[in-house]
């Protein structure tokens, strides 16, 4: 395996996943107003290559 390459496209894959994520959770919590006090959050990574891959994160956000 080509570590300098690998390292490469995971940090592109994990840029990918950031942005498109926190574009997803401002809009949600933008046209949210007057819901929740808090956003509740719960990332998942897996992968059909890797069964053993199963990584959770879970996360509240204030909205006040």
Same mark, same amino acid.
């Given at each position: 395996? !080509? /570590?300098? *390459?690998?390292?490469?496209?995971? @940090?592109?894959?994990?840029?990918?996943?950031?942005?498109?994520?926190? @574009? /997803?959770? /401002?809009?949600? #919590? *933008?046209? +949210?107003? +007057? +819901?929740?006090?808090?956003? @509740?959050?719960?990332?998942?990574?897996?992968?059909? !290559? #890797?069964?053993?891959?199963?990584?959770?994160?879970?996360? #509240?956000?204030?909205?006040?």
């Amino acid at each position: 395996m !080509d /570590e300098d *390459r690998f390292n490469m496209e995971l @940090r592109k894959f994990l840029k990918q996943v950031g942005v498109t994520s926190q @574009r /997803e959770i /401002e809009r949600v #919590a *933008r046209d +949210g107003v +007057g +819901g929740p006090k808090v956003l @509740r959050l719960t990332m998942t990574l897996t992968s059909p !290559d #890797a069964p053993g891959l199963h990584h959770t994160v879970d996360a #509240a956000i204030p909205l006040d």
